[in-house]
């Protein structure tokens, strides 16, 4: 995995200009948030019991676990083009497991802007020691979540064509209930954010974590995660034996 | 004029044959409206009925027609493909045409914005009756004097994307700088009107483009009344002489500093 990493940050950064262009632009995308919420809080003094400062835990996360999943796991995105077109043929060949392979296939270069903003919106509201270490801990498990919940609906792709479309709507879900503070959704929303998209898991605990930290959510993290890997490895190996080759000839890059 | 309306008459012809693509889009853009409701609805719970002379459905209205501009507007004519072609060098095919290249954009972005749109239009309409209930103390007049603010709206959202395209020729990449922009009119246009920000940055915004490209089309709906119709037609006026001045003379310098190779 580290050795696809190594490959793929080389090949990122060959064009140092454009790499540091992408990550800059990213840092500042992600900033310019910071206006919607210093507006809103100039109209109402608290969200819930959150503050400004609590609601940027939530960017923070959200932000962090994504870089981690585009830097480390972006392979998975081309998961459907890849079974759609018969490119997986180069993979399977391999003597390593495929959808390690796959998934550390590409990395995003904008993803690094992501991580390196979580730590910028942390250290500026909730710089701490120990929230810089913990954070360091939830991003993975919140960058795996991620992962794994996209490999699961990327996978419906072996079975029906064209169902990426539903997959990556369902991720815009996912993102919009990260970025966004609990209270404002519905029961039903909430129910959403911790079983089919599960961001309660990735972002909404270890924003509780981090202002109020409780072993019982740790342990649920932890479980969590090692639930929908599990399940995520599953759903792609069995997708995989309905895979058909389409004989292309290539080679990967 | 006649080659003009051709190049219009084509392009739109050949965006319907797309619609079925913005129906992805559609889920984007329902999915971030909820969201965005679902928040004005938690501010708005605690009672408060009127924040800066906005109820909670005339937020939510202004949010959408901000919006249907800003995604209706997101054509790739204006802004990736004038990118790509003087990147690639094919500006040099296009600059010898018997029409004027910047007047071909501008006529190619109307008739595929078009399409986009409408389709938004409609989308928004039908999210709204959901979300928001009727427009309180609607008046009729409003679309009628919304159809030429609205057009002037998107064609100086164009513009504006072509002017920061045509940067191409000096830098290697504009696709930053039409970031930066969208997050601009996104922060300061489209997720809140001017009244929510402090004074002075409530008169910045009133005499920038945003003005005339969201918060002012969105306002007239919302609002309707006559003295604003002509503050925003000639806000908006003003801004699309001072660009195509400014796109003229970029575009000239941008020529004659090409250099393309032959192959």
């Not at chain 1, 495929?98 to 796959?102: E, I, M, P, R, S």
């Not at chain 2, 004659?256 to 393309?260: A, Q, R, S, Y």
């Given at each position: 995995?580290f050795?696809?990493f190594?490959?793929?940050?080389?090949?990122a950064?060959?064009?140092?200009?454009?790499?540091?262009?992408?990550?800059?632009?990213m840092i500042?995308?992600n900033?310019?948030?910071?206006?919607?919420?210093?507006t809103i809080f100039s109209?109402?003094?608290v969200i819930?019991?959150?503050?400004l400062n609590d609601?940027?835990?939530f960017?923070a996360?959200?932000s962090g676990?994504?870089g981690?999943t585009h830097i480390?796991?972006?392979?998975?995105?081309r998961i459907p083009?890849?079974?759609?077109?018969?490119?997986?043929?180069a993979y399977?060949?391999?003597?390593?497991n495929?959808?390690?392979?796959?998934a550390?296939s590409?990395?995003?270069?904008s993803a690094?802007g992501?991580l390196?903003?979580?730590?910028?919106?942390l250290?500026i509201?909730?710089?701490s020691i120990?929230?810089?270490l913990l954070?360091?801990?939830?991003i993975?498990?919140?960058g795996l979540?991620?992962?794994?919940?996209?490999?699961?609906?990327?996978?419906?792709?072996?079975?029906?064509i064209?169902?990426?479309?539903?997959?990556?709507?369902?991720?815009d879900?996912?993102?919009?209930?990260?970025?966004?503070?609990?209270?404002?959704?519905?029961?039903?929303?909430k129910?959403?954010?911790?079983?089919l998209?599960p961001?309660?898991f990735a972002?909404?605990i270890?924003?509780y974590?981090?202002?109020?930290?409780?072993l019982?959510?740790?342990?649920?993290?932890?479980?969590?995660?090692?639930?929908?890997?599990?399940l995520?490895?599953?759903?792609?190996?069995?997708?995989l034996?309905?895979?058909?080759?389409?004989n292309?000839?290539d080679?990967r890059? | 004029m006649?080659?003009y309306?051709?190049i219009?008459?084509?392009t739109?012809i050949?965006?319907?044959?797309y619609?079925?693509s913005?129906l992805?889009?559609?889920?984007g853009?329902?999915i971030?409206?909820?969201v965005?409701t679902s928040?004005?609805?938690?501010?708005?719970?605690?009672?408060?009925g009127v924040?800066?002379?906005?109820t909670f459905?005339?937020?939510?209205w202004?949010l959408?027609?901000?919006e249907?501009?800003?995604?209706?507007s997101?054509?790739?004519?204006?802004?990736?493909?004038v990118k790509?072609t003087?990147?690639?060098?094919?500006?040099a095919?296009q600059?010898?045409?018997p029409?004027?290249y910047i007047g071909?954009v501008?006529?190619?972005?109307m008739?595929?914005?078009?399409?986009?749109f409408?389709?938004?239009?409609?989308?928004?309409?039908?999210?709204?009756?959901?979300f928001?209930?009727?427009?309180e103390g609607?008046?009729?007049?409003?679309?009628l004097?919304?159809?030429?603010?609205?057009?002037?709206a998107?064609?100086?959202v164009?513009?504006?994307?072509?002017l920061?395209?045509?940067?191409s020729?000096w830098?290697?990449?504009?696709?930053p700088?039409q970031h930066?922009?969208?997050k601009i009119v996104l922060?300061f246009?489209?997720?809140?009107?001017l009244?929510?920000?402090?004074?002075?940055v409530?008169?910045?915004?009133?005499y920038?483009?945003?003005?005339?490209?969201?918060y002012?089309p969105a306002?007239?709906?919302l609002?309707?009344s006559g003295g604003l119709?002509?503050?925003?037609l000639?806000?908006q006026?003003?801004?699309m002489?001072?660009?195509?001045?400014i796109?003229?003379?970029?575009y000239?310098?941008?020529v004659?500093?090409?250099?393309?190779n032959?192959?």
């Open positions: 995995m050795l696809s190594k490959y793929n940050l080389m090949r950064m060959e064009n140092n200009v454009a790499f540091m262009t992408s990550v800059i632009m500042f995308n900033a310019s948030f910071i206006i919607q919420w210093i109209l109402k003094e819930g019991t959150y503050t609601v940027m835990l960017w996360l959200s676990s994504f981690i480390f796991f972006n392979g998975i995105t083009d890849y079974i759609e077109h018969g490119k997986l043929d399977l060949t391999m003597p390593k495929v959808l390690c392979q796959v550390t590409s990395l995003e270069p690094v992501d390196l903003y979580g730590y910028i919106a250290i509201f909730n710089f120990k929230n810089l954070y360091s801990i939830l993975i498990f919140g979540i991620y992962a794994a919940f996209m490999v699961v609906y990327y996978s419906l792709t072996f079975k029906y064209r169902s990426n479309y539903f997959a990556e709507s369902l991720r879900v996912f993102l919009n209930l990260s970025l966004y503070p609990d209270v404002i959704f519905s029961k039903v929303l129910i959403l954010a911790f079983s998209i961001s309660g972002v909404w270890p924003v974590m981090l202002l109020d930290f409780k019982k959510y740790m342990l649920y993290v932890i479980l969590f995660t090692i639930g929908i890997i599990t995520a490895f599953y759903v792609f190996n069995k997708g034996k309905n895979y058909s080759s389409s292309l000839m080679a890059s | 006649r080659k309306l051709f219009i008459k084509t739109f050949d965006s319907l044959q619609v079925s913005l992805f889009r559609f889920c853009f329902a971030m409206m909820y965005l928040l004005w609805r938690y501010i708005y719970s605690d009672g408060t924040i800066n002379g906005y459905s005339k937020m939510i202004y959408l027609l901000a249907t501009i800003s995604f209706g997101g054509s790739n004519v204006s802004s990736s493909e790509d003087i990147k690639s060098g094919n500006i095919y600059i010898n045409k029409y004027n071909y501008v006529c190619k972005y008739a595929d914005t078009f399409v986009r409408m389709f938004f239009l409609v989308i928004s309409i039908g999210l709204g009756f959901i928001a209930g009727a427009i609607f008046n009729y007049m409003s679309i004097a919304g159809i030429p603010v609205f057009i002037f998107i064609l100086i164009g513009l504006i994307k072509i920061i395209s045509l940067t020729f830098v290697e990449d504009s696709k700088f930066v922009y969208n922060m246009g489209v997720f809140f009107p009244e929510m920000f402090p004074k002075l409530g008169t910045i915004i009133r920038s483009p945003i003005y005339g490209i969201s002012g306002k007239l709906i609002d309707f119709f002509r503050s925003i000639i806000s006026l003003i801004t002489i001072v660009l195509l001045l796109i003229k003379t970029v000239r310098r941008g004659k500093k090409l250099n393309v032959g192959g």
